[in-house]
């Protein structure tokens, strides 16, 4: 119960820090480079592709990390 605690507020903790700093990131999650945005008059279709891969891989290796005891 503990260790489950202490890895909810690391992860709470650095989805804070995230979300104040991450306007000032070089990388920016939502626009990058393989992400897709359609427009067809009033409809507008956003397909986050790069962004959905690159969070995949951050918590898969997260993920490895603490699996790894």
Partial sequence: MGRTLVIL?????ALGLLLEYGPRLP???GRLP???S?????VHIYVPL???IVL??????VLWLLGRR
């Fill in 9 to 13: 507020g690391v992860t709470m903790a």
């Fill in 27 to 29: 990388l920016r999650l």
């Fill in 34 to 36: 393989g992400d897709f």
């Fill in 38 to 42: 359609f427009h067809w008059g009033s």
């Fill in 50 to 52: 790069a962004t959905c």
């Fill in 56 to 61: 995949s891989l951050v918590a898969t290796l």
